[in-house]
């Protein structure tokens, strides 16, 4: 009987441990893929935000960024399966709660601001969101796909009202783009 326990518990615990990688970023994709997402989110702003690492706790952030560059590249893990690279402006922070803009604050005082590579990252699918109308949503969106993580993800992207200390050189290029919301 105590073999029978210890087995099932082992199995649970596997089971558990294996089915946790939730919060795995989705990077690679299809070389079609990521010519079209390279082609969409270039030039655009995203919010960049580990929903899935956050439970609800308010020190996390979200980074808004305004991508400067996207290129397809190889995917690091998956020789057989692509990334998109992106080069970008890091613009503004704000503490997340439950998928809901906090505070906002310049990236400088966003305690991830000194670990971060801010010359380029790689796009993820999962982590990275977009505005569609006025809802944000995961880049994945733009691919038909859908993750189905069952994070919160983020609610909205914040109206420039919102960010009163933003750079002038972007204050004015966020709010054409915010107004224009093409996707």
């Known amino acids: 009987m105590k073999k029978l326990l210890f087995s099932t518990l082992c199995v649970v615990l596997f089971w558990g441990l294996?089915?946790?990688?939730w919060a795995d970023p989705h990077d690679c994709m299809t070389k079609a893929e990521a010519e079209k997402l390279a082609i969409l989110i270039?030039?655009?702003?995203i919010f960049d935000y580990c929903d899935c690492c956050a439970s609800g706790k308010a020190e996390f952030y979200a980074r808004l960024l305004k991508v400067k560059k996207a290129r397809v590249v190889n995917c690091s893990w998956d020789?057989?399966?692509?990334?998109?690279?992106?080069?970008?402006?890091?613009?503004?922070?704000?503490?997340?709660?439950d998928g809901r803009l906090g505070k906002f604050m310049l990236p400088i005082l966003d305690p991830a601001f000194l670990d971060v590579d801010l010359s380029n990252g790689i796009?993820?699918?999962?982590?990275h969101f977009y505005l569609?109308?006025?809802k944000a949503q995961?880049?994945?969106k733009l691919l038909s796909k859908d993750s189905g993580n069952g994070c919160p993800g983020m609610n909205r992207f914040p109206t420039t009202r919102e960010?009163?200390?933003?750079?002038?050189?972007?204050q004015k290029d966020y709010t054409k783009w915010y107004n224009e919301t093409k996707y």
Request: net charge negative; no cysteine; glycine share 2%.
């Open 18 to 21: 294996s089915t946790q990688s």
């Open 163 to 170: 960010m009163p200390d933003l750079l002038d050189e972007y």
């Open 123 to 127: 796009a993820t699918l999962n982590y």
């Open 42 to 45: 270039e030039e655009e702003y």
């Open 79 to 97: 020789r057989s399966q692509y990334s998109v690279a992106i080069e970008y402006d890091w613009i503004a922070s704000f503490e997340v709660n």
């Open 132 to 134: 569609d109308g006025s």
């Open 138 to 140: 995961r880049l994945e």
